[in-house]
């Protein structure tokens, strides 16, 4: 190999410049006699793919644009966050040093790694001069560092990667093209993960960003009607001084009319005359001025019945938009937070601000009118013809408002389980958002939990009073006092340790089950508010719908009547009324919420399609969109061929994959919802060895792993094996990871990833041989596959590609030294190796409990004829 000296840094700089868009063979060329490495010796490559960089595909794949401009991908690496980019050392400690990653960024992302097919022989003389050209421009940065002491430590690296690249890979290229299909695979799917992340980001700050501007522009509103108020209060106070100064003036013209009648009782006299004519005079004057003072009153009085009129209009907008919008916009949020959809519980504090400062102020404001009220009461005027008397409706008015908010804002701030489990304990918290104005934290009020059927909640909503004192259960620890907290301002109670007792369950019509049916919790409270009770208000309020069980395995089915109700329910519908059919992409956000929630890692589209054909039928690639699905079709007709429904099927594998496989399911290692024919399919395309994670079809809450190996019986021919499913209880034996990890010829997942990297990590420590106190050795666990031996990576027979076939005979000697290895996974005819196994094609085999096996030991060992063979 010609090993030519590396250019000088600042020449290296301008090449990459020169050549950030170049691609396939043209870059490939150029690199080469920059870099002394030789020409690829087999062109037509490039000329099948010809534009087929790593950078190009990543670019192509995102819709950017592949110019000189475009951000390279190890770039979009580097500024992923900290906690992702631990995820990128982990997965360049496994065969290729990060460091040369690194400095040759520019060259590995030009290579087109991922079209190489690894079975394909013509692709041999790619990979050779791949590998020729990494180890050429290694060496060479090797030279370029010799007289460098600050990189030392990194010629050292490159030099021992060189050795062990050579080692492992001259007689093995295809060996290096997997390693760098496997990182840059995991490279390039966690930066395309942040980069969904950050778009989910940016609309999420757009949506911060709105919804900052409504809070603002709503606080600007209680601003501007604070200051109405404080105005309308100037012009009471200023109409109260001149109704006060008009009665003085009155009072002055009685003073002189009975002056008058005074003197007009008196003898006729000069001086009688005169003081007539003064006292008449100043009468005069009065009259005109009470006349012209009353002229005043009666107009402050009307304009100010129309500042009130004006208040209480935008105090009715703002109000709308507090309680009908954003408040019932709140209770939506928490209704699907009880689905998995993120909620911003901190919210509620703002509407608390907001209701507070509305309460204040209607509360102002409909003192002013009392106020307005005994002005008119000691000073009555009649309106003149052709005005409208306004305040006897302003005084209904803010009365109205003031009751509708305080009831509106009587509201339920952690729900109670919505699958309610009879005789379990659960809380609830209650919040009054206006307690800590009107002094009703002064004397706080007590509040009463009880239970009723839907039937209830409907008479309810219509203003039924009787039902008020109805109940369809008994709940215990069901009454409390609310408590004020000073720091927070909050007044609010905690039913921490309520319980259902009994429950009366209504009668079923038809087909519906006793999972179907709902109730909710009602808390109800009475306070007063205003001097010796002026103001008494009834508030109750309603939780979320509640399913009630009486038995652990009734909760897969209550959650899917919870779930379908908190998803497709209308504000302000007849309780608890929900459509029967929704359309197939409302229920895949639902499914999406849920299972994210679950498991911390989303479904993607894919995914979703795959669940649409598990109910319609169909392929992957077809469209859903337009497609709707009944309840019925949900969570109470089986799926065909099948005796679960499909709710069923996929509450299970949420479940187990939360429990067991959440790790592996947020890297991306688990492909999960595939077809066994899919899977086929793609296994075939691709080495012997390779192996990817699917859920069960035919059982609940299992996963199976499949594989393609070499078939024994048809050289050169391969098949693709399923094992049998694994479920929970196999998981709390011994992990997926080091079950994987066990099945030495399992070595790639899907599509080329090294099973060291994607499952190491989440191994348990290795065991190690070790004696207890006892003297005893520990047992070790493993899984085996039955018939696999070391050398091939398919079971011994081959009668039944689908299903792995029974072991050889197990040897006495090995059973009476207690050597045998523990099996976890083995069938009882497996130790009587004249019983002839008849499987069909879609059999496969059952785990079972590691004592079944040292049960049949036991009972092997009595035997008359045992261990004499």
């Given at each position: 190999?010609?090993?030519?000296?590396?250019?000088?840094?600042?020449?290296?700089?301008?090449?990459?410049?020169?050549?950030?868009?170049?691609?396939?063979?043209?870059?490939?060329?150029?690199?080469?006699?920059?870099?002394?490495?030789?020409?690829?010796?087999?062109?037509?490559?490039?000329?099948?793919?010809?534009?087929?960089?790593?950078?190009?595909?990543?670019?192509?794949?995102?819709?950017?644009?592949?110019?000189?401009?475009?951000?390279?991908?190890?770039?979009?690496?580097?500024?992923?966050?900290?906690?992702?980019?631990?995820?990128?050392?982990?997965?360049?400690?496994?065969?290729?040093?990060?460091?040369?990653?690194?400095?040759?960024?520019?060259?590995?992302?030009?290579?087109?790694?991922?079209?190489?097919?690894?079975?394909?022989?013509?692709?041999?003389?790619?990979?050779?001069?791949?590998?020729?050209g990494l180890i050429t421009i290694l060496e060479n940065k090797c030279s370029e560092f010799s007289n460098d002491e600050n990189t030392f430590l990194i010629r050292l690296k490159f030099q021992e990667t060189v050795t062990r690249f050579k080692d492992l890979y001259l007689n093995n290229p295809m060996g290096l093209v997997r390693v760098f299909k496997a990182c840059l695979g995991v490279e390039m799917r966690l930066v395309e993960q942040a980069t969904n992340t950050q778009t989910n980001t940016m609309q999420e700050m757009d949506m911060a960003h709105e919804q900052q501007e409504k809070n603002q522009a709503i606080m600007r509103k209680i601003e501007g009607i604070q200051r109405a108020t404080k105005a309308t209060d100037n012009d009471l106070k200023d109409l109260q001084l001149k109704?006060?100064?008009?009665?003085?003036?009155?009072?002055?013209?009685?003073?002189?009319?009975?002056?008058?009648?005074?003197?007009?009782?008196?003898?006729?006299?000069?001086?009688?005359?005169?003081?007539?004519?003064?006292?008449?005079?100043?009468?005069?004057?009065?009259?005109?001025?009470?006349?012209?003072a009353a002229e005043v009153l009666l107009q402050l009085r009307l304009a100010l019945a129309d500042k009130h009129s004006q208040t209480f209009q935008d105090l009715e907008s703002l109000q709308k938009i507090v309680i009908d919008e954003e408040l019932i916009n709140w209770k939506r949020k928490q209704q699907l937070a009880g689905n998995g959809v993120p909620f911003d519980t901190g919210m509620l504090d703002m509407l608390q601000q907001w209701s507070e400062a509305l309460a204040d102020t209607v509360w102002k404001n409909r003192q002013q009118i009392l106020k307005v009220e005994g002005l008119r009461a000691s000073l009555p005027m009649d309106v003149p013809a052709g005005k409208v008397d306004l305040l006897p409706e302003l005084n209904q008015k803010i009365t109205g408002l003031l009751s509708s908010l305080v009831t509106s804002t009587f509201i339920v701030e952690s729900q109670p389980p919505q699958v309610l489990k009879k005789d379990s304990r659960f809380s609830a918290t209650v919040r009054l958002l206006v307690g800590g104005k009107?002094?009703?934290?002064?004397?706080?009020?007590?509040?009463?939990?009880?239970?009723?059927?839907?039937?209830?909640?409907?008479?309810?909503?219509?203003?039924?009073?009787?039902?008020?004192?109805?109940?369809?259960?008994?709940?215990?620890?069901?009454?409390?006092?609310?408590?004020?907290?000073?720091?927070?301002?909050?007044?609010?109670?905690?039913?921490?340790?309520?319980?259902?007792?009994?429950?009366?369950?209504?009668?079923?019509?038809?087909?519906?089950?006793?999972?179907?049916?709902?109730?909710?919790?009602?808390?109800?409270?009475?306070?007063?508010?205003?001097?010796?009770?002026?103001?008494?208000?009834?508030?109750?309020?309603?939780?979320?719908?509640?399913?009630?069980?009486?038995h652990g395995n009734q909760e897969c089915n209550a959650l899917a009547t919870v779930l379908w109700d908190n998803q497709f329910s209308e504000p302000g519908r007849v309780p608890f009324v929900v459509p029967e059919a929704v359309p197939w992409p409302k229920l895949a956000e639902m499914l999406n919420s849920k299972f994210t929630s679950m498991t911390e890692g989303p479904l993607t589209k894919e995914n979703l399609n795959y669940l649409a054909t598990k109910i319609f039928g169909g392929k992957v690639t077809?469209?859903?969109?337009q497609a709707t699905l009944q309840w019925s079709t949900f969570n109470k007709d089986s799926l065909q061929t099948r005796n679960f429904t499909f709710w069923e099927w996929f509450f299970s594998v949420a479940r187990i994959t939360?429990?067991?496989?959440?790790?592996?399911?947020?890297?991306?290692?688990?492909?999960?919802?595939?077809?066994?024919?899919?899977?086929?399919?793609?296994?075939?395309?691709k080495q012997t060895g390779t192996f990817l994670l699917r859920f069960s079809d035919s059982e609940t809450g299992g996963i199976t792993i499949a594989w393609v190996a070499d078939d024994i019986s048809k050289p050169g021919d391969r098949q693709v094996w399923n094992l049998a499913p694994f479920?929970?209880?196999?998981?709390?034996?011994?992990?997926?990871?080091?079950?994987?990890?066990?099945?030495?010829?399992?070595?790639?997942?899907y599509p080329d990833i090294s099973k060291d990297m994607a499952f190491e990590k989440y191994c348990n420590q290795k065991d190690k041989v070790s004696k207890s106190i006892e003297g005893y050795i520990n047992a070790d666990l493993r899984t085996i596959i039955p018939g696999m031996t070391s050398h091939n990576a398919s079971p011994m027979s081959t009668d039944n590609p689908q299903t792995p076939q029974p072991l050889s005979p197990i040897s006495n000697d090995s059973l009476g030294h207690n050597q045998m290895d523990t099996i976890d996974e083995m069938c009882p005819q497996q130790m009587n190796p004249t019983l002839s196994l008849d499987y069909n094609p879609n059999d496969i085999m059952e785990g079972f409990d590691i004592g079944d096996i040292g049960d049949y030991v036991m009972t092997l060992s009595k035997t008359q004829d045992f261990g004499q063979t």
């Amino acid at each position: 190999m010609d090993i030519c000296k590396r250019p000088k840094r600042e020449e290296n700089t301008a090449f990459y410049e020169s050549a950030g868009d170049s691609t396939g063979k043209d870059f490939q060329q150029s690199y080469n006699r920059e870099h002394g490495v030789r020409d690829c010796k087999f062109p037509g490559f490039y000329n099948e793919f010809p534009q087929l960089s790593l950078g190009t595909m990543y670019h192509k794949k995102q819709g950017l644009s592949t110019c000189a401009h475009s951000m390279s991908l190890w770039t979009k690496t580097q500024q992923l966050p900290q906690e992702v980019l631990r995820q990128i050392q982990d997965v360049y400690s496994h065969g290729l040093p990060i460091e040369v990653r690194h400095y040759f960024a520019q060259w590995i992302e030009q290579q087109p790694w991922m079209e190489i097919e690894e079975e394909n022989p013509q692709h041999e003389s790619v990979a050779q001069e791949l590998l020729d050209g990494l180890i050429t421009i290694l060496e060479n940065k090797c030279s370029e560092f010799s007289n460098d002491e600050n990189t030392f430590l990194i010629r050292l690296k490159f030099q021992e990667t060189v050795t062990r690249f050579k080692d492992l890979y001259l007689n093995n290229p295809m060996g290096l093209v997997r390693v760098f299909k496997a990182c840059l695979g995991v490279e390039m799917r966690l930066v395309e993960q942040a980069t969904n992340t950050q778009t989910n980001t940016m609309q999420e700050m757009d949506m911060a960003h709105e919804q900052q501007e409504k809070n603002q522009a709503i606080m600007r509103k209680i601003e501007g009607i604070q200051r109405a108020t404080k105005a309308t209060d100037n012009d009471l106070k200023d109409l109260q001084l001149k109704q006060e100064s008009f009665v003085i003036e009155y009072q002055n013209q009685l003073k002189i009319n009975a002056l008058i009648n005074q003197y007009q009782a008196e003898q006729n006299s000069a001086k009688k005359t005169e003081n007539l004519q003064i006292l008449e005079k100043k009468k005069t004057e009065l009259e005109k001025n009470l006349y012209s003072a009353a002229e005043v009153l009666l107009q402050l009085r009307l304009a100010l019945a129309d500042k009130h009129s004006q208040t209480f209009q935008d105090l009715e907008s703002l109000q709308k938009i507090v309680i009908d919008e954003e408040l019932i916009n709140w209770k939506r949020k928490q209704q699907l937070a009880g689905n998995g959809v993120p909620f911003d519980t901190g919210m509620l504090d703002m509407l608390q601000q907001w209701s507070e400062a509305l309460a204040d102020t209607v509360w102002k404001n409909r003192q002013q009118i009392l106020k307005v009220e005994g002005l008119r009461a000691s000073l009555p005027m009649d309106v003149p013809a052709g005005k409208v008397d306004l305040l006897p409706e302003l005084n209904q008015k803010i009365t109205g408002l003031l009751s509708s908010l305080v009831t509106s804002t009587f509201i339920v701030e952690s729900q109670p389980p919505q699958v309610l489990k009879k005789d379990s304990r659960f809380s609830a918290t209650v919040r009054l958002l206006v307690g800590g104005k009107l002094n009703i934290h002064m004397s706080p009020p007590s509040v009463k939990a009880t239970i009723i059927s839907e039937s209830l909640a409907r008479s309810l909503l219509k203003n039924d009073q009787k039902c008020k004192s109805e109940t369809s259960g008994e709940i215990v620890n069901n009454t409390g006092t609310m408590e004020y907290h000073s720091a927070t301002g909050q007044l609010s109670i905690t039913f921490r340790n309520m319980q259902l007792r009994k429950i009366k369950r209504a009668d079923r019509k038809g087909t519906e089950a006793v999972t179907e049916e709902k109730f909710c919790i009602l808390f109800q409270s009475q306070f007063t508010i205003g001097g010796e009770g002026e103001l008494v208000f009834q508030v109750w309020t309603l939780s979320l719908p509640v399913v009630v069980t009486v038995h652990g395995n009734q909760e897969c089915n209550a959650l899917a009547t919870v779930l379908w109700d908190n998803q497709f329910s209308e504000p302000g519908r007849v309780p608890f009324v929900v459509p029967e059919a929704v359309p197939w992409p409302k229920l895949a956000e639902m499914l999406n919420s849920k299972f994210t929630s679950m498991t911390e890692g989303p479904l993607t589209k894919e995914n979703l399609n795959y669940l649409a054909t598990k109910i319609f039928g169909g392929k992957v690639t077809d469209d859903f969109t337009q497609a709707t699905l009944q309840w019925s079709t949900f969570n109470k007709d089986s799926l065909q061929t099948r005796n679960f429904t499909f709710w069923e099927w996929f509450f299970s594998v949420a479940r187990i994959t939360k429990d067991h496989l959440k790790g592996p399911w947020k890297d991306g290692s688990i492909y999960g919802f595939i077809s066994k024919i899919e899977s086929q399919e793609r296994l075939l395309a691709k080495q012997t060895g390779t192996f990817l994670l699917r859920f069960s079809d035919s059982e609940t809450g299992g996963i199976t792993i499949a594989w393609v190996a070499d078939d024994i019986s048809k050289p050169g021919d391969r098949q693709v094996w399923n094992l049998a499913p694994f479920t929970a209880k196999d998981f709390t034996i011994r992990s997926l990871a080091d079950r994987i990890m066990d099945l030495k010829d399992l070595k790639f997942l899907y599509p080329d990833i090294s099973k060291d990297m994607a499952f190491e990590k989440y191994c348990n420590q290795k065991d190690k041989v070790s004696k207890s106190i006892e003297g005893y050795i520990n047992a070790d666990l493993r899984t085996i596959i039955p018939g696999m031996t070391s050398h091939n990576a398919s079971p011994m027979s081959t009668d039944n590609p689908q299903t792995p076939q029974p072991l050889s005979p197990i040897s006495n000697d090995s059973l009476g030294h207690n050597q045998m290895d523990t099996i976890d996974e083995m069938c009882p005819q497996q130790m009587n190796p004249t019983l002839s196994l008849d499987y069909n094609p879609n059999d496969i085999m059952e785990g079972f409990d590691i004592g079944d096996i040292g049960d049949y030991v036991m009972t092997l060992s009595k035997t008359q004829d045992f261990g004499q063979t």
